[in-house]
């Protein structure tokens, strides 16, 4: 029998906020040749990298930069990880707030772009559609690193692992939203199968909930609810300028910190978040890096992969929201 400590365990803590389409994996990518040591510069706000920012690696980005020939202004950082950052932006032309991910130049057409590209051409009539995830648009953004993608997703707010550690006693969801949160994963899954799709990556942090009112907020009050941008500057150690490879300044990401969760919760609505460990069943991957409490048998085993590991997840995340 599993321990109720290890199935507590599945409530993991990973690096990147919750409220990110952006819970992109961290597993770390070892880079050789070609990378400035991260000791050439100093800043006070020590999130990603340094040395990632290099021809091949992240697009520097700037807070109120302007994307896509106008259209995205960015407003805020939500996170990073080894193959993308991700800013939450205004779609100007739709009057939305939207998550941008900008992957590093060097992993363009990556396998959640295919995902995202395929879903966004299926027929969203399946009743589990409305609980997964949604690319918007897409395009490629130039810059002084190299040609990067650049995915528009749905902005999402707090995860249910952030939202079960803050604001529920016990380490348990009220059991009217534990019920109603698990149908709607479920509800997810299936139709992410029926597209012959499997998540690969079903956890606490990978559920988010949506904020109805979110996109009634005016600029000054969406910034308002993630509290104002903490920056750091960012400077060379021996005093020379810097290249237009390099930031001029280091965001810290920050995530929503809802003021009525209990409200959220009354009525939850979900979204499945994070397809970096995403995979076709015709294509699927030897292995995935699912966290090992939630982590089906048969990638422990090696056995053959298709969507079927996301039900062992989601039996997981039932017993232990």
Known sequence: MVSANLLRAAR??????????????????????????????????????MHRYRPGGYHPVALGDSLSDGRYKVLYKLGWGSYSTTWAAKDQTHDRYVALKITVAEARRSRDTEIFQSLAASPRNHEGSCYVNQMWDQFTLTGPNGSHDCLVLDLVGPNIADIIDSHCRGDRLPSHAAKSISRQVLQGIDYLASNGIGHGDLHTRNIALEIPELHLLSERGFIARLGEPEMGLVTRRDGKSLSSN?????????????????????????????????????????????????RAPEIVFGDRLDNRVDLWSTGCLVITT
């Open 12 to 49: 993991i803590r990973i690096s990147v906020p919750s409220i990110a389409v952006a819970f992109f994996p961290t597993y770390v990518r070892q880079y050789h040749g070609g990378q400035t040591p991260a000791q050439e510069y100093r800043c006070d706000v020590d999130v990603e990298p």
């Open 246 to 294: 390099i930031p001029t300044c280091i965001v810290r990401p920050s995530s929503f910190r809802h003021k009525d969760v209990q409200r959220l919760l009354s009525s939850p609505s979900i979204q499945i978040i994070d397809f970096g460990e995403a995979f076709f069943n015709y294509d699927a991957l030897n292995t995935l890096h699912t966290p090992l409490p939630v």
